[in-house]
C-alpha cells in the first residue's frame, strides 16, 4: 500500500519535512519514505497534497476500563481492596470492543497507553497497545511500566475507610516499602540461582511484576499534582534507581527549573478541566508550555476517561494557545510521546521499520474544525472522507 501526494512531516531524528513525499507499507510496517511520485496503482491513495502525521500517541488514558453509561458495573480502574496491588495485569481489564477505541481512530490516535486509576500507591502495570483490534493480546505493543499514585486520590479513598495510608507519609512508606520488598526477592532468586546452600523463595506475584522496573525495562508512573508529590516521586526514585514519568505534573510550572535540572519527564492533562479538587488550585494550560521553555521533555494526554480520547488533538490545541509551539507540540503526541513511553523503536515516527501508524489532515491538525480524512493503524486504513486516489 502506498500514500503519496502528502507533505509529510516525519518527526524521525531528523525532523523532516517532505513537501511531496510517499510512505510505502506493507505487513503493518513502514517500508519506504521518499519524495515524489512512484510509480502507483489505483488500489493506492492519493493524498491530494494533504499533511500526513504520524499517529498521535496518548501516554496516558484509562482506555478500554470503563464503558459509558453501565455506571460501576462497567469500570475496572481501581482495586480499592488493598492499597498496593502491583501483581495487576492492566490487560486482564481492556475492553477493547469499548466504543473509545472506535473514536481514538477517528481523531488519529493510533497508540495508547493504558493505565491503571490513582486510587492505589502502587496499583499494576502499564501496557503501550494499539487502538485497531478486537483481541487485546494481540494489540499489545509493549509492557512500559508500573502506576504509583501521589497524593489526594490514594489518602482519601482509604482515609474514608479508617485504613492505611491516611497521610502522603504513609503513602510514600508503602511505596518504599514494596519497593524493598521486592529488591530482597530478587536479590534472594538471583543468589539461589547460583548457590547451592540457597532456596528459591516463595513466589510472590506483587514483587515479580516490580522486577522489570528495578532493573531498569520499563518506567515508574507516578501520579502527583502537587509540587511536594512531584519531588515525593524524584525521591523515590532515586533511591530505588528508577527511571520515572510525572503523569500530570499539574504544579510543574512552578518548579519546571528544578525538574529540568533532574532531567524529569512529565505528561501533562487533562488539559481541559477545572481545578475539581484542592491539589488542583494551580492548575493552568500553560503548564506544558512552561516545562517545555524550561527543557522538560513534556508529552500531552488526555486522562481518558476524564477527557474523551477523541480530544487529544484539540488539548494539544489549548496547549498551543497558551504559549507551545507547534514544532513541541506536535512531538508531544508523537515522538517525544514515544521516548517518554519507551516504544519509540516501535512508533511515534514516519520512518522506515516503524509500525504504520499514519494520520492525514485535511487541515491544521490541533484546530477544534480539523478531523482526519484517513488514519493508518498498524497498517490497517480507516478512511473519514475523500482522501483522493
Given amino acids: 500500500m502506498l500514500i503519496y501526494n502528502a507533505e509529510i512531516y516525519t518527526q524521525d531524528a531528523s525532523r523532516r519535512i517532505i513537501d511531496n513525499g510517499f510512505v ?3 505487513n503493518g ?5 521518499g519524495e515524489g511520485v ?4 489505483d488500489e493506492d491513495i492519493d493524498a491530494g497534497g494533504r499533511t500526513l502525521y504520524p499517529g498521535f500517541i496518548d501516554i496516558h488514558t484509562h482506555l478500554g476500563l470503563t464503558t459509558g453509561g453501565t455506571g460501576i458495573e462497567g469500570e475496572d480502574f481501581n482495586e480499592e481492596s488493598e492499597p498496593v496491588s502491583s501483581q495487576l ?3 486482564d481489564g481492556i475492553n477493547p470492543l469499548d466504543a473509545s ?3 481514538a481512530i477517528a481523531a488519529g490516535v493510533t497508540c ?4 491503571p486509576g490513582s486510587m492505589n500507591p502502587v496499583a499494576g502495570d502499564i501496557c503501550a497497545i494499539s487502538t485497531d483490534g478486537r483481541r487485546v493480546d494481540k494489540m499489545l505493543l509493549a509492557n512500559v511500566g508500573i502506576k504509583f ?8 479513598t482509604y482515609m474514608n475507610r479508617d485504613e492505611s495510608p491516611c497521610t502522603r507519609m504513609a503513602i510514600a512508606a508503602m511505596i518504599r516499602e514494596a519497593l524493598a520488598k521486592a529488591r530482597r526477592y530478587m536479590e534472594d532468586k538471583a543468589e539461589a540461582e547460583i548457590s547451592e546452600d540457597s532456596d528459591m523463595p516463595d513466589l510472590d506475584l506483587g514483587s515479580e511484576a516490580l522486577i522489570p522496573l528495578l532493573e531498569g525495562r520499563v518506567k515508574a508512573h507516578f501520579h502527583c499534582h502537587r509540587a511536594d508529590d512531584i519531588f515525593t516521586a524524584l525521591r523515590i526514585s532515586k533511591e530505588f534507581g528508577l527511571k520515572a514519568v510525572l503523569i500530570h505534573c499539574t504544579e510543574g510550572h512552578l518548579i519546571a527549573d528544578e525538574l529540568a535540572s533532574e532531567g524529569a519527564e512529565a505528561v501533562v492533562g487533562p488539559i481541559m478541566c477545572d481545578a475539581c479538587k484542592p491539589e488542583l488550585a494551580n492548575i493552568t494550560p500553560a503548564n506544558a508550555a512552561a516545562l517545555d521553555r524550561a527543557g522538560v521533555k513534556t508529552a500531552i494526554c488526555t486522562d481518558h476517561s476524564e477527557i474523551p480520547i477523541e480530544y487529544l488533538p484539540i488539548s494539544v490545541g489549548v496547549c498551543m494557545k497558551h504559549g507551545l509551539p507547534f514544532d513541541k507540540a506536535l512531538d508531544a503526541v508523537t515522538c517525544t510521546a514515544a521516548q517518554i513511553a519507551g516504544i519509540d523503536g516501535i512508533t511515534g515516527a514516519v520512518e522506515k ?3 504504520a501508524d499514519l494520520v492525514l489532515f485535511d487541515g491544521f491538525p490541533f484546530e477544534v474544525m480539523s478531523s482526519p480524512v484517513l488514519t493508518v493503524c498498524g497498517g490497517r486504513v480507516h478512511r473519514f472522507g475523500e482522501a483522493g486516489r
Avoid: A, D, W, Y
Avoid at 29 to 33: D, F, G, K, R, Y
Avoid at 112 to 115: G, N, P
Avoid at 149 to 156: H, V
Fill in 24 to 26: 510505502r507499507f506493507e
Fill in 149 to 156: 499514585s501521589l497524593g489526594e486520590n490514594p489518602k482519601m
Fill in 353 to 355: 521499520g516503524k509500525r
Fill in 101 to 103: 477505541f472506535k473514536q
Fill in 38 to 41: 512512484p510509480v502507483h496503482s
Fill in 89 to 91: 495485569r492492566i490487560l
Fill in 29 to 33: 510496517l513502514i517500508t519506504e519514505v
Fill in 112 to 115: 495508547v497507553l493504558v493505565s
